[in-house]
């Protein structure tokens, strides 16, 4: 689904006056697994669209696996000891944890979805997100089970390329949710938000503040990271990756308290005063192995013993 024509054209007519564009919504819920044939309905025309793909180890959607990683289900099921709210609803997308040395993902390309990355003050990308228990090996060989966002830009060659990660890892006693976006200027550890782990899930909301690439990260109704800046130093948001790693001991996780939720992808954007409107090419999956081992390479530096249970 691309931008509408009545945005397009407001962007055309923009270029030659100094008329203002009225925002524009694009809310994607889960009518489907995610990598499914429709697995999203577009609420403001009630159209169905393909917004995800699910993607093991990097590997683009593969036959042996559908049905095994990717479902849609009830998000109060996942967490420990009933402690499980629906953070992302009774109908959401779902995740199983892969076994340790494994990811899966789930990736959305808001270029694809319609027709130009986020570019500009004020355009956000938000999701519902609710994942459950993280895994920790009791013998402490292996990795330690992590999961979380990744925001991604394309490069020229429409590779992605990660811009910030919002994750939590499995190897303490007491795990927080982070916000990597280190780069080679001032911002050289990931950001500890303070929010233990919870199984009730959040809405988590990146926000673009200016043309230099300076976001915001709103966690919840009570968490706003205050300006950062994204790691290729470029203000474009052209993908979202929701990715579980190593969270379990078998090869479908160890049960579904590992599961991870996610619905509701909310896309606003600020129609460009520009006359060209470009409808970049297909994403290049190969890509993501750049967010993926990011993550994992953290999550095996980070490896623990014993098992975690948030509240």
């Known amino acids: 689904m ?81 402690t499980s709210g629906a953070g992302a609803g009774d109908h959401a997308w779902g995740l199983h944890g892969p076994s340790t040395g494994h990811f899966v993902s789930a990736f959305a390309s808001i270029t694809s979805l319609i027709g130009a990355p986020l570019s500009q003050a004020g355009e956000s990308v938000s999701l519902q997100f609710d994942n459950g228990s993280l895994y920790r090996p009791a013998n402490g060989q292996g990795d330690s089970g992590a999961v979380g966002i990744n925001f991604y830009e394309f ?50 909301k990146l926000t673009l503040l200016d043309d230099a690439g300076h976001y915001e990260l709103n966690v919840g109704d009570n968490y706003n990271s205050g300006q950062r800046l994204l790691i290729e130093g470029v203000s474009s948001i052209a993908a979202i990756e929701v990715l579980t790693a190593a969270n379990g001991s078998d090869p479908m996780g160890s049960g579904p308290k590992y599961d991870t939720f996610f ?22 999956i190969v890509g993501l192995f750049v967010g993926a081992g990011r993550l994992r390479r953290r999550t095996a530096r980070r490896a623990r013993s014993t098992a975690v249970n948030g509240g």
């Open 2 to 82: 691309m931008r509408s024509t009545a945005t397009i054209l407001c962007s055309l007519l923009a270029s030659l006056a100094t008329a203002s564009c009225p925002a524009a919504t694009y809310t994607y819920k889960a009518s489907a697994p995610p990598g499914a044939i429709d697995d999203s309905t577009l609420q403001e025309t009630q159209a169905s669209a393909d917004a995800w793909n699910v993607i093991l180890d990097g590997d683009l959607p593969n036959p042996d696996f559908s049905g095994t990683y990717d479902f849609r289900g009830d998000s109060a099921n996942n967490g420990d000891g009933g």
């Open 155 to 204: 490069d020229s060659n429409n590779v992605p390329r990660v811009q910030t990660s919002f994750a939590i890892f499995g190897s303490t006693a007491a795990p927080t949710y982070e916000i990597d976006d280190i780069t080679t200027s001032d911002q050289t550890s990931p950001l500890d938000t303070g929010i233990p782990l919870t199984f009730a899930g959040f809405n988590v």
């Open 263 to 284: 619905n509701s992808l909310v896309i606003s954007t600020v129609p460009e005063a520009s006359s060209a409107v470009t409808i970049p090419s297909a994403v290049a």
